[in-house]
């Protein structure tokens, strides 16, 4: 069964340092979403993007992130300037297309920010 | 807004004992969908269940059951015969039925209930 696909699986970063976590998405999927979820708490929303360019993000997701879809098949989130409170496992899920389809997630990227 | 409540933060049964997980939601929309997501100790979240807000139906599945009254807005969840390999943390979520932007699809997730199951 098709997969998503997130790199690395672990990421140790200083603080202040940019950090990019990657994704594949499902091959013939098109909507594509972040999720961070900081140690013991719920999952949040960050942003979901589609056609080139992001439908919704949360207020979490300030000018310090941001995504890109360089190619046909990676789907990235860039942390500029981490923080210590940016340490959280980042998910990343996709769907085929629009309508509450369930989403796919990754195994996640777990980023710890020393 | 949406919002996903899950008072129990910690359920810890023994084997083969019947286990339910409490979902209560918040929205005024009237077209949604609902979800149940398991978080093992690895860590990944793997998708269980979809309920939209027009069936009632109770759906079972194995040893896993769901419970959908929209009277109370909720959406809870049942381990029968509980095994050790549902030890887990489960997530209960929630999507409107129209993204006001198109693709905008977000999970609203509550703040999960951590199984453990004890043999």
């Known amino acids: 069964e098709p997969e998503v696909t997130q790199t690395p699986s672990h990421q140790v970063t200083q603080m202040g340092q940019e950090v990019i976590l990657r994704c594949v998405p499902i091959?013939?999927?098109?909507?594509f979403y972040w999720y961070r979820q900081i140690l013991g708490q719920k999952v949040e929303f960050l942003v979901s993007?589609?056609?080139?360019?992001?439908?919704?993000k949360s207020e979490i997701f300030d000018d310090q992130f941001s995504v890109e879809r360089p190619d046909g098949s990676n789907f990235t989130l860039k942390i500029r300037s981490t923080k210590l409170e940016d340490s959280a496992m980042y998910f990343c899920?996709?769907?085929?297309?629009?309508?509450?389809?369930?989403?796919?997630f990754g195994d996640g990227t777990r980023l710890s920010i020393l | 807004a949406q919002k996903v409540t899950q008072a129990q933060t910690e359920i810890s049964v023994v084997e083969k004992e019947d286990v339910t997980l409490d979902c209560v939601y918040e929205?005024?929309?009237?077209?949604?969908?609902l979800f149940w997501y398991k978080q093992p100790p690895s860590g990944e979240l793997v998708f269980l269940i979809r309920r939209n807000s027009f069936d009632e139906q109770n759906e079972i599945s194995g040893r896993y059951s769901w419970n959908f009254q929209k009277s109370t807005s909720s959406f809870n969840f049942t381990i029968t015969a509980s095994q050790v390999v549902d030890s887990a943390v489960y997530f209960c979520?929630?999507?409107?039925?129209?993204?006001?932007?198109?693709?905008?699809?977000?999970?609203?997730f509550g703040q999960g209930t951590r199984l453990t199951i004890n043999p």
């Open positions: 929205t005024r929309d009237t077209t949604y969908y």
């Open positions: 993007f589609y056609n080139n360019e992001i439908s919704e």
């Open positions: 899920a996709s769907t085929p297309g629009t309508g509450p389809q369930p989403q796919h």
């Open positions: 091959s013939n999927h098109l909507y």
């Open positions: 979520a929630l999507i409107l039925g129209r993204g006001r932007i198109q693709g905008a699809q977000k999970l609203v």
